[in-house]
């Protein structure tokens, strides 16, 4: 078609400028209806269709759900044998592992128990402040051989300021035994956890120079008490009986005088408590402890978990 063929379009609401040439007259009512009001009612009549086309589908899905019984119980699925195996199988191990929780968790209340007990009677016991009664004089005196008569300079600084040394020989000094009348001389001292604040010690005049090695041995009792006393409770909850380790516990106090606070391996060699662990260090008696199935560590809930867990 070549251009002087096309039509250009025209809007049929627009009228010509032209004017109509064969003007179709159109009907009487419709010709007295105004154009404006015909537009309405086809709008009108739109709006009605798309509120109510929603409205009658709702109704037509609710009676479908309501014809195929939707609210009626579901049937069980039919499952084959390897499903059922399956599902029994992941039960199973479920119940296994509710079990280890179960275990777990009791474990970790358990524990949880000896250590807040541990804290609490350490607290308590350090907090003593009792003091003995004395009983027998010292026969060598009422003071310490050297510069140090009443050992306060070295309790000092080793932090035991409150720490006094009690001159008795009487019985409550269990490492003194008295020459018995005979030519021997004897030194002996104790640290009674009943006075955790005290040092017992006495000798004869003639063990006069072995006096001080055995009160700077005794100090380092109540330097194990001080700093250790809760691994010892926390041992007899893992059955750990004192009386099982009282010689280690006996020659770490003489190593510990030795390896840090100057006194020699020969000051310990004739007596109860020799230092006979080579290679003493600090920490040696809680590590003793440990290896023989104390746990001297506050329980991490972490630790006592079967599975590991995720969180924020």
């Known amino acids: 078609m070549d251009e002087a063929s096309e039509v250009e379009p025209i809007d049929p609401d627009v009228p010509s400028a032209e004017g109509p040439t064969d003007a179709v007259e159109p009907p009487h009512d419709q010709a007295a209806e105004p154009v404006a009001a015909r537009r309405t009612g086809r709008r009108a009549l739109v709006i009605a269709l798309a509120v109510g086309v929603p409205l009658v589908l709702t109704g037509a899905v609710f009676a479908v759900l309501a014809a195929a019984g939707t609210f009626d119980e579901p049937e069980p699925p039919q499952l084959t044998a390897s499903q059922a195996e399956r599902i029994d199988a992941e039960f199973a191990e479920r119940e296994d592992l509710l079990a280890e929780l179960d275990y777990q968790r009791t474990e970790y209340e358990l524990d949880l128990s ?82 955790p604040n005290s040092l017992y010690m006495a000798w004869d005049p003639q063990a006069e120079s072995v006096a001080w090695s055995i009160f700077v041995h005794e100090a380092m009792h109540w330097y194990q008490d001080e700093h250790y006393i809760q691994a010892t409770y926390l041992a007899d909850f893992a059955g750990v009986d004192f009386e099982s380790y009282s010689s280690v516990w006996e020659a770490d106090a003489s190593c510990r005088a030795v390896y840090s606070y100057g006194m ?20 040696y008696i809680t590590d003793y402890l440990v290896s023989r199935g104390a746990n001297l560590t506050e329980p991490d809930p972490a630790a006592y978990e079967p599975v590991e867990t995720s969180r924020p």
Request: charged share 20%; aromatic share 14%.
């Open 114 to 195: 000896d250590w807040t007990q541990s804290e609490e009677w350490t607290e308590e016991y350090l907090a003593d402040t009792a003091q003995p009664t004395p009983s027998v004089p010292n026969p060598g005196g009422t003071a310490l051989p050297g510069a140090d008569p009443t050992g306060r300079a070295f309790l000092d600084a080793i932090g035991a300021t409150d720490v006094t040394v009690f001159f008795e020989a009487g019985p409550d000094n269990c490492g003194y035994y008295g020459n018995g009348g005979t030519e021997l001389g004897y030194a002996g001292g104790c640290f009674r956890p009943e006075y």
């Open 264 to 283: 020699t391996l020969e000051d310990y060699v004739d007596t109860t408590s020799p230092c006979t662990i080579a290679g003493w260090y600090e920490g």
